[in-house]
Nanobody, 118 residues
C-alpha cells in the first residue's frame, strides 16, 4: 500500500517562498510519474507540475518560472519549491504518483494548505 504524506504548507506573504515535501512509503523510483496538484476553494483540482522517473519536468500555466519540482529517489521524497508566491496560489496542494508503466496519477496524499496573503 503506497502512502503519500505532504508537509511544508503554511501562511506566507505575497512574494514569499515555501517548499513543499511529499514523503512516500514506497520506493518512488518505481513510480512512472509524480506530480503536484492544487485545489482552490470553489475550483477543480488542477495539475501544477509533474516529473517523470527520468526527472523530465512539466509545469502548467502561471507557475512556470516560479515553481520547481524535484524528486529524491534515494530518500523517497518529492518536492515543490515555490517562489514569488501570489494570492492566487492559495490552495490545498496534493502530491500524487502513478503506478509503474502508467501515466495516470492514482496515488494521492491528503494535501497541505498554502495560503498567500496580499
Amino acid at each position: 500500500q503506497v502512502q503519500l504524506v505532504e508537509s511544508g504548507g503554511g501562511l506566507v506573504q505575497t512574494g514569499g517562498s515555501l517548499r513543499l515535501s511529499c514523503a512516500a512509503s514506497g520506493a518512488i523510483f518505481s513510480f512512472s510519474s509524480m506530480g503536484w496538484y492544487r485545489q482552490a476553494p470553489g475550483k477543480q483540482r488542477e495539475l501544477v507540475a509533474s516529473i517523470t522517473r527520468s526527472s523530465a519536468t512539466n509545469y502548467v500555466g502561471p507557475v512556470k518560472g516560479r515553481f520547481t519540482i524535484s524528486r529524491d529517489n534515494a530518500k523517497n521524497m518529492l518536492y515543490l519549491q515555490m517562489n514569488n508566491l501570489k494570492p492566487e496560489d492559495t490552495a490545498v496542494y496534493y502530491c500524487a504518483a502513478s503506478r509503474p508503466l502508467e501515466t495516470a496519477h492514482t496515488y494521492w496524499g491528503q494535501g497541505t494548505q498554502v495560503t498567500v496573503s496580499s
